[in-house]
């Protein structure tokens, strides 16, 4: 159905369309190019009419991470703007997460007028000069899956339907359309469109059935399969079809180190923990779901005989440059699909009695990995400074059914047993920093009845913009309890050195320099001096009652908390 609306500009039937197409939020930082926006957002307010809530968001980093964690939260794609090629260089870094996410987002800068005079919005400012490159979407172009310029008024329908299709069509990822000030600015008096739109995205693929059947003998006769998933939990509904598969097979899952989704019920008994690594050479079969780097060959591989199926929704990463892992056979697809159909096909296949025994063996093992966790988190439980391990038993006992959890780096998942799809959120494959405040703050907004615990090292904490995130959560009344786990360091950097060369001069001299974040500050005051409730925890009888105060500031008080708990500092 057609409808038409009066309108005053092209900006304003941008707005019009993005409320439309079910846009409900633009995230943005601005500057001049967000005059006719900020002129049509007026207009209609003063009309009541509908548009995507603003959202000011005092620095990029963590306005891009809004729309991340607001997106793999709801799957929805909401809009983002920044300030020309200045504010779009730095966003980059989230747009290169949410790509390797697969998390959609509507990626948007403002370009500097075109026009150096005679038109509506041309350039009037020393900066429009300076601000303009030769190809603005040229710095975000390889991670993106399609950018434009709006270029008139006539195409903006097409636009913005292509612009959201592109983004929420399998597999998802950010897509970048760039906006002239004049076009944005020019007048035009009605607005014609379709409603809904004409341009639907397309539907869950499925491989064909020749090629499940395959799949379904290989696993069915497997001796010893095992699963190995990164992200299958994208898909909150590939979780339950991906246990039905482990079922059927009874064959163990394990969870990538860096997996960034809840894949698999914590407590179930082919929960088989984290070092997949550690089972390679016993298996005959491996079945890999959503996980771009199932193992890491420079250390171990599986025995060369041993077959690899791999799904995914892009089951080559089409974006890698270069990724080598077998795939005897590879499906595509919805991996929520695939699986399902490998859980149907392989039932008709297996023999019980080998599944039987199969699960009894991994069950044993599902009970001792669990047992010596505990251990490991009691054993330190009263270690000081504080051991991360112990950070993470402490948060995971206060973890219910009403909890989400956003993890950048810290979090020790062996600690922790999530139970539902779509509970736990980690960084991106690609892991720029200053992810996690921000996806938290979107976490929440797209889930306010949750309560949303973002746990971030001290490092993640920096990189997140903490005045700007902080500025958000009260601004935007969006409470988040932030855990920073404090090491005074970044121990990644210090750990890939040891790692690399083991007695090398770095280990033998303990001359390690570029990983310490010595003198630390009192981040808990960052948090305070915007409305939050915040603590510095040293001692680890207290941290459970810190946790308790920071969570009731967070639930009863609906304000941030921030806990600044102080780790082991790793030394050289
Ligand atoms: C934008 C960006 N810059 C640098 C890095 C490299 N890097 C990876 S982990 C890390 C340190 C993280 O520190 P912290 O959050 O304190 O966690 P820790 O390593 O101490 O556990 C750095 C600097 C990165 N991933 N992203």
Not at 33 to 61: C, S, W
Not at 179 to 188: G, K, N, Q, S
Not at 509 to 522: Q, S
Request: net charge negative; hydrophobic share 45%; glycine share 6%.
């Amino acid at each position: 159905m057609a409808k038409r609306i009066a309108i005053e500009s092209t900006a304003e039937a941008y707005l019009e369309l993005l409320a439309a197409r079910g846009v409900e939020y633009l995230f943005a930082n601005a500057g001049t190019d967000f005059a006719p926006i900020i002129e049509a957002y007026a207009k209609r307010g003063a009309q009541g009419q509908a548009l995507p809530r603003p959202i000011t968001v005092p620095h990029e980093v963590p306005a891009v991470a809004m729309a991340h964690g607001y997106a793999m939260v709801t799957r929805r794609a909401q809009a983002v703007m920044v300030h020309v090629i200045v504010g779009a260089a730095n966003a980059l870094g989230g747009v290169i997460n949410a790509a390797r996410a697969q998390v959609p987002i509507l990626f948007s800068a403002g370009r500097t007028p075109l026009s150096e005079g005679g038109v509506l919005g041309s350039r009037d400012r020393h900066i429009h000069w300076a601000q303009e490159s030769y190809d603005q979407a040229g710095m975000a172009r390889e991670f993106v899956k399609w950018d434009y310029e709006l270029r008139n008024f006539a195409q903006i329908e097409t636009v913005v339907d292509r612009a959201l299709a592109m983004a929420q069509a399998e597999p998802p990822g950010p897509v970048y359309l760039t906006l002239p000030r004049e076009v944005l600015a020019e007048r035009h008096e009605t607005f014609e469109y379709a409603e809904p739109s004409r341009l639907q995205r397309p539907g869950l693929l499925r491989p064909a059935p020749a090629d499940i059947d395959d799949a379904a003998q290989l696993l069915a006769g497997a001796r010893n399969p095992i699963i190995i998933t990164k992200a299958a939990g994208r898909d909150p509904l590939a979780v339950p079809a991906l246990v039905k598969l482990a079922e059927t097979l009874g064959a163990p899952v394990f969870q990538d180190p860096g997996h960034n989704y809840m894949n698999f019920p914590g407590n179930h008994p082919l929960h088989a923990g984290y070092d997949a690594a550690a089972h390679l050479e016993e298996a005959d079969v491996i079945l890999v779901v959503e996980a771009d780097a199932p193992w890491y060959p420079h250390i171990k591989s599986p025995r060369p005989e041993t077959r690899v199926i791999q799904v995914a929704s892009d089951p080559l990463f089409s974006g890698y440059p270069i990724r080598g892992f077998p795939s005897d056979l590879t499906l595509g697809g919805a991996p929520r699909l695939t699986l399902e159909a490998l859980a149907e096909a392989g039932a008709r296949l297996v023999d019980p009695r080998a599944v039987a025994e199969r699960r009894r063996l991994w069950e044993t093992e599902h009970k001792r990995l669990r047992q010596a966790w505990a251990a490991r988190a009691k054993a330190v439980s009263t270690d000081s400074p504080i051991d991360m391990a112990w950070v993470s038993r402490c948060i995971a006992d206060r973890i219910d059914e009403q909890t989400l959890v956003v993890n950048e780096y810290d979090l020790d998942t062996t600690q922790t047993s999530f139970q539902s799809p779509g509970t736990y959120f980690a960084a991106s494959p690609s892991s720029g920093l200053g992810w996690g405040l921000g996806a938290a703050l979107g976490a929440k907004l797209a889930a306010p009845d949750k309560t949303l615990i973002c746990c971030v090292g001290d490092g993640a904490y920096i990189f997140g913009s903490p005045t700007a995130a902080h500025w958000v959560s009260r601004a935007h009344d969006l409470p988040v309890l932030f855990v920073i786990f404090n090491n005074r360091a970044w121990n990644a950097v210090k750990r890939s050195v040891t790692s690399m060369v083991k007695d090398g001069w770095a280990a033998r001299t303990g001359n390690l320099v570029l990983y310490e974040l010595d003198p630390a500050p009192e981040y808990q005051m960052v948090c305070e001096a915007s409305g939050g409730y915040g603590e510095r925890v040293e001692d680890p009888a207290e941290l459970p009652r810190a946790l308790e105060r920071a969570l009731h500031a967070v639930k009863v008080e609906k304000r941030q908390a921030l806990l600044n708990v102080i780790c082991k500092k790793p030394t050289p």
